[in-house]
């Protein structure tokens, strides 16, 4: 799209600057004719030829002066034309930049916050882990309570028969 735009920019300032030199070329034209119209009327008042030479001369000069000021416009505005796309293409470059800079940003963030939830996960991993092991302990407890308790009834049934057996 971009390459499209430019390319449109492109025809369209070769399209105005061939308009321009047509019209350029026009006045150019209009106004040696007016000249030529100028002479022949002069020379048909009567006026010699030698004055008639040194004011087309003027003219030609004048008219000279007026291509060369032309050309300096010309000049001036191609030169503000550069100057544009110089400051299009910095301010191109910048937001590009400025873009990349973002993404590198949100980039960054996004792996903060996948390691914070990896964290998370590890920590509430190792709380089931450290919890089970205590229920495990509990119980492993209890067992041992209650085969002591067990044990205690046996020995002392033991010692009962024993004794029993002895008187």
Sequence with gaps: LEKQQKEQYKQQKEQERKQKQSEKEEKRKLKQEQREEKRKQ???????????????????????????????????????????????????KQQKEEKKKQQ???KHQHKLEKEEKRKQKQLEKEEKRKHKQEQKEEKRKQRQEQGSL???????????KNKKRLT
Excluded: F, L, P, V
């Design 150 to 160: 067990k044990n205690n009834k046996n020995n002392k049934k033991n010692k009962d």
């Design 104 to 106: 590198e940003i949100e």
């Design 42 to 92: 002069r020379q048909e008042q009567g006026r010699d030829s030698s004055s008639s030479d040194s004011e087309s001369e003027s003219e030609s000069s004048e008219a000279k002066s007026s291509d060369d000021e032309e050309i300096k416009q010309q000049k001036s505005i191609r030169k503000q034309i550069r100057i544009k796309r110089e400051e299009h293409r910095i301010t191109k």
